[in-house]
């Protein structure tokens, strides 16, 4: 681990970056220097690196860099830790929070990783793959799977997001409620340090007690301790039969309760089970072509179920028949449609990885991850809606998610023919609300999208004094001068945030 060292101009304190001279043409030929001059992008060409996938933010940079190795980063961050140039990471840029995005002082540096994307090995005996940085998720998936194995990530965004990204937001997505979250997933990590360094441990090694938990430290710090180039992850069996179901749930208590007995019948096979409103069917129906309604009638709340097995002789259909069964009769569902073939099952998905789409396309919306024990959700919900309604009238409530994981996206919609900005206008007062909602019930205000630069006042507010300490002294510890995608997680020093 890098030590602060005695010539720490910053102060050691995280954000101090690129203040101590203005990095410019000079800082540009020297990147170019590493790089190959085709390799930095200047001027108009950085444009679709200056906004996040929301349009939340729209930044300015130095440049962008496009390494082809590990040796490229590690000289570049060398060179921008001396030169106390901030450092952006980017990867698929399809984040939540602003993460990846650049501030507005044309300072940074924002490090595409799109062209460290190979899998270097794929090991089946060890059920693991080393995957580069810059792989696609759905390239991660395709390997596993040409390999008879499985890499059960799955998030709406696959067809873009990147490992790198994935690791550094710790994402979630449908499949948690079976395989975990990305830092679940994950056997050992290639890093490159601010100062250059490059850290690896990506042997496979499923048991490994040598002291700290180092690796683990880069999982969900979104680029602020040090630039992922590489990881070795868990591959599991391929799966070979699954049964998927989309059902009305008398509310979202009926949902908790449908859920525990699917896992009481299944075991572990119930491997995704995501809570839809009837907004969710209306938006995706009117936004998206070729998006239907599966059940015709209208009811509040739909679960769309799902049981897997690596074995192919496996009942689930069977299982998640009677179970279904069992609660039309109890009245916990009011009606239920199995997917027939894969075809009907792939549009059950569709319907339900399109929501946020349908969302954008509706207008402008608030969006609170929020997530809770799964105990406590029916009653998040009703307090949730309830205030919602009460305080926002104007506003459409479009709760869904991995209601499986306690996770739900609490978002509002504006209306449509709703003055513009009306509802954006009160971005801070509902998130207030609902945050401080979850975090009284045992939740937590961001349960798979990290903090970026969203939300970082949040993190303020809700971490305990003693973890909000501890991570800075990490960050010191790991990026003395603060280079790191600075001003996401933690706040950049004031002195800092004056001067960029
Ligand atoms: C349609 C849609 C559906 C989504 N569904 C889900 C979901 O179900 N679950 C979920 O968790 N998220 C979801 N997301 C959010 C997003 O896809 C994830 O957060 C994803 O992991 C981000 O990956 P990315 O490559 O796009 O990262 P980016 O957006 O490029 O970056 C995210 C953060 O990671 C940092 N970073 C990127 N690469 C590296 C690297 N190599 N080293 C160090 N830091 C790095 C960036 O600086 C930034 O802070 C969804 C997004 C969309 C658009």
Not at 107 to 135: H, M
Not at 247 to 252: F, K, L, R, S
Not at 472 to 485: E, L, Q, S, T, Y
């Amino acid at each position: 681990m890098p030590a602060a060292g005695p010539d720490d101009t910053a102060g050691g304190r995280p954000g101090a970056a690129a203040r101590d001279g203005a990095p410019g043409g000079a800082a540009q030929d020297a990147l170019r220097g590493i790089l190959g001059a085709e390799a930095l992008l200047t001027g108009a060409a950085c444009e679709p690196y200056l906004v996040d996938q929301r349009g939340l933010y729209r930044g300015r940079a130095l440049g962008v860099a496009l390494p082809r190795s590990v040796a490229q980063v590690s000289r570049l961050l060398a060179l921008c830790n001396a030169q106390r140039i901030g450092v952006v990471p980017h990867g698929g840029n399809t984040g939540y929070c602003g993460g990846a995005t650049p501030d507005e002082s044309g300072r940074q540096l924002v490090l595409s990783l799109a062209r460290l994307n190979r899998i270097r090995s794929v090991d089946p005996a060890n059920d693991s793959l080393i995957a580069e940085a810059g792989c696609i998720l759905a390239q991660v998936q395709e390997a596993a799977s040409q390999a008879q194995r499985l890499f059960p990530l799955s998030l709406g965004s696959e067809g873009s997001c990147q490992i790198g990204g994935n690791l550094s937001t710790n994402a979630g997505g449908t499949s948690v409620l079976r395989y975990g979250m990305m830092r679940d997933l994950v056997l050992g990590l290639e890093v490159v340090l601010a100062d250059g360094r490059v850290l690896s441990s990506l042997s496979g090694l499923r048991k490994d007690n040598t002291g700290y938990d180092i690796r683990g430290l880069f999982l969900g710090a979104e680029g602020t301790l040090g630039v992922i180039t590489a990881a070795s992850l868990k591959l599991f069996p391929q799966i070979a039969s699954t049964a998927t179901a989309f059902a009305a749930v008398a509310d979202v208590r009926a949902a908790v309760t449908l859920l525990a007995r699917l896992r009481a019948a299944s075991g572990e096979r119930v491997s995704s089970f995501e809570l839809i409103p009837r907004i969710g069917i209306e938006l995706t129906t009117q936004h998206i072509p070729g998006v239907t309604d599966p059940l015709g009638a209208s009811h509040a709340w739909y679960v769309l179920c799902e049981l897997s097995s690596a074995r192919a002789a496996e009942p689930l259909a069977a299982i998640l028949t009677e179970v279904l069964g069992a609660a039309l009769d109890d009245g916990l569902v009011l009606d239920a449609a199995l997917a027939g073939s894969e075809r009907e099952r792939a549009a059950l998905w569709r319907l339900r990885e399109t929501i946020p789409a349908a969302q954008r396309k509706q207008g402008a919306g608030l969006k609170h991850d929020i997530s809770v024990p799964l105990s406590a959700l029916p009653e998040f919900v009703a307090r949730g809606s309830s205030w919602v309604s009460t305080h926002v009238p104007g506003a459409r409530l479009v709760a869904y998610g991995h209601v499986g994981d306690g996770n739900l996206h609490f978002n509002l919609s504006e209306t449509q023919g709703a003055v513009r900005g009306e509802l954006t206008a009160r971005a801070a007062e509902v998130q207030r609300a609902l945050h401080d909602l979850a975090v009284s019930l045992g939740g937590s205000f961001s349960a798979e999208h990290g903090i970026g630069r969203l939300k970082v006042a949040e993190l303020e507010r809700y971490a305990p004094a003693t973890e909000l300490e501890l991570m800075r002294a990490v960050k010191r510890a790991f990026d003395p001068h603060g280079i790191m995608n600075p001003g996401k997680v933690l706040r950049a020093a004031p002195a800092d945030r004056d001067e960029r």
